[in-house]
Structure formats: C-alpha cells, structure tokens
C-alpha cells in the first residue's frame, strides 16, 4: 500500500519533533516515521549517570519550555525523556513509533519513501535520523586479539556492570571524559584513560547555555564573509560539568596518550610497554546515519550530503537536519535545532 502526503519526516527524536512544530505552524501535511517504539529518541538508551550541559530553561525545544525539576540543575536523559514524549503528545504530531525507513528515491515529480510498514510518496523529505545507530570505533591494530569485553558509548550503562575490573576509557571528548568520571568516582574499578590528544577543559563557568552562543557567532560570521572565529573548538573540548570538575580536582581523571594497539589481555603504550585490561569503552564518536538516503546518490566528502543551509545540494526536495554545524549551528542539541528546523520548513513550504 502507498500512502501519500506532503513532507515525510525520517525520525522522532529532537530533531524530527522540532520540524514537526514548524511544518504543523505552516499547515502543511506530514508524517513522522520513528523507528523507536516509544518517543525519547536516542534519549532512552543513554547512561544512568548522564547530564545536560544546560539548565532545563536553555535545553528547550520550540514553542515550549522544559520544565525543571526541584533539587535538579541539570535534568538527566530521563528528564528529556519524557519532555520529548509530552512534547509530541502536547502538538499532537503525528508520528509512527516502530516504523523503520529503508529507502528514499526518486519517482518523477515525487520522493517515495519505504518503509518496514508500506511505501509513502511526498513532494520533500525532512532526514532527521541523527547518529546515535551508527557509533564508529577506530582501526586500532589488535582489535580482534583482545579477549576482553569491548564495548561502545552506546551500551556502557552504569560503573557498577565493571565493578572490580580494569577499564580502558578511550577518547578525548566530553563522552570520554564523562564515562571515565562516572567509573572513577564510583570506586572499585581502575579506570584508565586515553586519548589522541591532551584533553582541552573549558573553563568551569561555562556550560551549554554559552556554547550555544559561540557557535552561532560563528556562523553567522561565516555566513556574513567574515573571518572564522573557530566557534566552540577554540574553547576547548571538554565541559566541567559537576561529575567531571570532581574526578579532575581528585586527580582521578588524567589521561594518558592512546595506546598503539591491543593485545589479547590488554595493551601496548607508545612506549612499548604494556598493561592489563578487562574491558575497553570507546567513546570515539558516530557517524551520521543516511544509509536511507543512498538511493539518492548524495554522499559527499566524510559521508556528508552537500548542504546549503538544511537542503541537500543535490536534491532539492531533501532537507537534513540535526546532524552537527553542517545542517545547522548546533543542530545536535535541543537548543540548536529550533531555528534550522524552522528554516527547513519555511523553505518546504516555499518549495510546496
């Protein structure tokens, strides 16, 4: 069976709510296909321990605020959980939960859409789809030889599933430097962390309500001709937030540089000596996922899609949203993605 409408949205997180708003304020015809069976996004299958960047007031999406919670500055994953399901049930946005997207194509004046649950025909196609499915871990040599557990961001869950073991953190981000805060201060687990390069902390007053600010300056500054303030990433990599700033003054979270390779029971340093593990957690990032989008033949360099603004360069009727500064400032945050999504609609309601 094929349904028809006028925008498909790829994805119910953050993203694809926000552009759901806006397409909803134009009166235009959409549906919302989410692959996840309940709304949160990739907001359900976070760690226990992890925080916002940003009071409730400043992690908001359009049109309406994030409630705080007493006792509470910076609201946990469940938190954003259940903002997003009240998010999408308060605007009543129509959005198929269990409904996974194969495949988008051409088909003449038409995008066709396939999913697991039927094929949808529409004049353009919001991909809001994000990263989280698609986690990326590094070539390291060795990496089939090591007979410990390895897991990505995407599984670590809490310290006490490690309780007793040696702990291989690797990767320089906020990501690495939470995990291995969260396992060091727990006690009981010996907890190493390594890196490319030394870790860059932002001063302690600065949070996501600030960084937020940054990046837009700096495209605004970009989009205006003028020189490129280096945005966040002049700044620093790492926010202080509260767990991090403990473990760093505690003198538990000094990272060492990334190990040269694995070996069956552990490592081997630069130096070529060598240490033990039990486990190794790579927090090394993700890639964007458009494995739907390749029909369309768009990928360009780094697996991007060319973009100005949100529309894809190559298909006019695509637009991309939520994937990082290249669809947007700040696009990956729930502050940040209000404004490309508003802009995506405006310009699909142009184009329809």
């Known amino acids: 069976m094929t349904r028809h409408t006028d925008v498909v949205v790829v994805g119910g997180g953050q993203a694809g709510l926000a552009a759901g708003y806006h397409l909803r304020r134009r009166g235009v015809d959409f549906t919302v296909l989410d692959a996840g069976a309940a709304p949160g996004g990739s907001w359900q299958h976070m760690w226990d321990s992890l925080r916002l960047f940003s009071p409730a007031g400043h992690s908001s999406l359009p049109g309406r605020l994030m409630p705080s919670r007493p006792g509470e500055?910076?609201?946990?994953?469940?938190?954003?959980?259940?903002?997003?399901?009240?998010y999408e049930k308060r605007y009543a946005l129509p959005v198929q939960h269990g409904t996974r997207v194969e495949a988008v194509h051409r088909d003449g004046d038409r995008l066709l859409v396939e999913a697991d649950s039927g094929t949808w025909r529409a004049r353009a196609v919001i991909s809001?789809?994000?990263?989280?499915?698609?986690?990326?871990?590094?070539?390291?040599?060795?990496?089939?030889?090591?007979?410990?557990?390895?897991?990505?961001?995407?599984?670590?869950?809490?310290?006490?599933d490690f309780s007793g073991q040696r702990v291989?953190?690797?990767?320089?981000?906020?990501?690495?430097?939470?995990?291995?805060?969260?396992?060091?201060?727990?006690?009981?687990?010996?907890?190493?962390?390594?890196?490319?390069r030394t870790p860059r902390f932002l001063p302690d007053d600065i949070d996501g309500r600030a960084l937020f600010?940054?990046?837009?300056?700096?495209?605004?500054?970009?989009?205006e001709g003028r020189g490129d303030t280096g945005g966040v990433a002049s700044l620093g990599d790492i926010v202080a937030v509260p767990p991090v700033r403990a473990a760093r003054d505690a003198g538990l979270l000094t990272a060492r540089p990334m190990f040269t390779e694995l070996t069956a029971d552990g490592v081997r340093w630069a130096d070529g000596s060598r240490g033990g593990a039990d486990a190794i957690v790579w927090c090394t990032g993700f890639r964007p996922a458009l494995g739907h989008l390749a029909p369309l033949g768009l990928?360009?360099?780094?697996?991007?899609?060319?973009?100005r603004g949100t529309r894809a360069l190559g298909e006019p009727r695509l637009h991309l949203l939520g994937y990082g500064d290249w669809t947007g400032p700040a696009s990956a945050t729930l502050i940040g993605v209000g404004r490309p999504a508003r802009d995506a609609a405006h310009a699909i309601a142009r184009l329809l």
Not at 213 to 223: F, G, K, W
Request: aromatic fraction near 8%; glycine fraction near 14%.
């Open 73 to 86: 500055t910076y609201p946990d994953a469940g938190h954003v959980v259940d903002y997003l399901a009240d």
């Open 128 to 160: 809001a789809t994000g990263t989280w499915s698609r986690p990326f871990v590094p070539a390291v040599p060795g990496r089939g030889l090591f007979t410990g557990r390895q897991l990505h961001t995407v599984r670590y869950r809490r310290p006490d």
């Open 168 to 196: 291989i953190v690797v990767g320089g981000g906020n990501t690495g430097a939470q995990i291995a805060a969260d396992l060091a201060l727990a006690g009981g687990v010996a907890v190493t962390w390594a890196t490319r």
């Open 213 to 223: 600010d940054v990046a837009t300056a700096r495209r605004r500054a970009l989009d």
């Open 299 to 307: 990928r360009g360099a780094r697996g991007h899609v060319p973009t």
